[in-house]
């Protein structure tokens, strides 16, 4: 013979099944927050890739500019009067006029450091309001951090009703992926604002040596420095992109502990 249920006992249950279903709305909620910042990691992942194969652009013009100028000089350096020749003072006058050329204000390839300067004002976008590629990254990763923290709130929040111990190996996991995220999120933040910084650098390099009286030689240092400072936008950027590659890793592993908790709660 059965034994009848209480009502008291009977309304316990029921109570903490609500509270079990509750939780794991709130569970699901959390799990489609993660998805979607998962989602947006790899938009800016694209993005930033876009920006990086733009400023290699760039620094292939820089590169071929300073490497064409170097052929030159060496040709020039290499035009010495033989013995025999009929006219050496002609032919140093020659070689001269080539090494000068080499370092005068006229650019080997017409435009090269102007056009790779478009190109990086259009990573940095200058002036504001506009936004480049680069800021675009900066703004996402802000959605992707508040998002995160909106995820955790959740998650923390729906953790007693699904049988989720606060010392338990569940959430330590979870505190686990959560913390690489945010380390790897802080990472691609630092790296980005410097990758900014330098590409912004870039432009008022470029623009100091627009102005003033053109002297032999100017333009080969512009060269020079926007080279050494493309070098380190594209090394940023490239840390940008592994970072953000890191923390797209720790937040699969968030979103599979969520679902591991919603489909323990459906048992």
């Known amino acids: 013979m059965a034994v009848p249920v209480q009502p008291v006992e009977a309304e316990a249950a029921a109570a903490a099944a609500a509270e079990v279903m509750a939780a794991t709305a709130i569970a699901q909620e959390a799990e489609a927050v993660l998805v979607a910042v998962r989602d947006q990691l790899q938009v800016i992942r694209l993005i930033a890739r876009a920006a990086r194969a733009t400023l290699g652009e760039a620094g292939r013009l820089l590169r071929e500019d300073i490497r064409d100028a170097k052929i030159l000089a060496a040709d020039a350096l290499a035009v010495v009067p033989a013995l025999n020749d009929r006219d050496p003072q002609a032919t140093l006058a020659a070689a001269a006029e080539l090494v000068a050329s080499v370092f005068s204000e006229a650019p080997v390839l017409p435009g090269a450091i102007g056009a790779a300067m478009d190109l ?148």
Not at 165 to 175: D, L, S
Not at 194 to 200: F, L, N, T
Not at 206 to 224: L, N, T
Not at 226 to 232: A, D, F, G, S
């Open 120 to 267: 990086v004002a259009s990573v940095y976008a200058v002036p504001p309001p506009a936004t480049g590629p680069l800021q675009e990254v900066r703004d996402l990763l802000g959605t992707v951090s508040d998002d995160h923290d909106r995820a955790r709130n959740l998650f923390a929040d729906c953790r007693p009703y699904l049988g989720i111990e606060e010392e338990g190996e569940t959430w330590e996991a979870w505190t686990s992926h959560r913390s690489q995220a945010l380390l790897n999120g802080y990472a691609a933040e630092m790296r980005l604002n410097r990758a900014i910084w330098e590409a912004g650098q870039a432009v008022r390099v470029h623009r100091f040596y627009q102005v003033g009286s053109p002297r032999r030689g100017r333009r080969m240092k512009e060269a020079w420095k926007l080279k050494e400072i493309m070098r380190t936008v594209m090394e940023e950027v490239d840390a940008v992109i592994a970072a953000v590659v890191h923390m797209r890793y720790s937040i699969a592993g968030e979103i599979q502990i969520v679902r591991d908790a919603i489909h323990a709660a459906a048992l």
